[in-house]
Nanobody, 121 residues
Framework: QVQLVESGGGLVQAGGSLRLSCVAS????????MGWFRQAPGKEREFVAA????????DYRDSVKGRFTLSRDNAKNKVYLQMNSLKPADTAVYSC??????????????WGQGTQVTVSS
């Protein structure tokens, strides 16, 4: 079982930056691939970024490439989503998620509660 808690959300002006953090419980954090997703009001949840268990591979949705950077610190059981040049379209609840790549299933097994990011124009 893995529990995930996000932090770092808030209100920021367009062009500003925020860094989201996600801390995981459990001693096997390093085996999990981690992802960030977001959901805006009235819209479906969408993929934002993902990172492999080692941190060696990352993937981003096109609209955030070059602006968002995902990293992890396995010693601290944390992942970080650095978000720069924020746009009003980035406004959403951001959630982190974990999946075990050894299961061979691309779906995420564990989810956090989410943190609100609001970007004003």
């Amino acid at each position: 079982q893995v529990q995930l808690v996000e932090s770092g959300g808030g209100l920021v002006q367009a062009g500003g930056s925020l860094r989201l953090s996600c801390v995981a419980s459990g001693r096997t954090f390093s085996r999990y691939a981690m992802g960030w997703f977001r959901q805006a009001p009235g819209k479906e949840r969408e993929f934002v970024a993902a990172i492999s268990w080692s941190g060696g591979d990352t993937d981003y949705r096109d609209s955030v490439k070059g602006r968002f950077t995902l990293s992890r610190d396995n010693a601290k059981n944390k992942v970080y989503l650095q978000m720069n040049s924020l746009k009003p379209a980035d406004t959403a609840v951001y959630s982190c998620a974990a999946r075990d790549p050894l299961r061979g299933d691309p779906r995420y097994d564990y989810w956090g509660q989410g943190t609100q990011v609001t970007v004003s124009s």
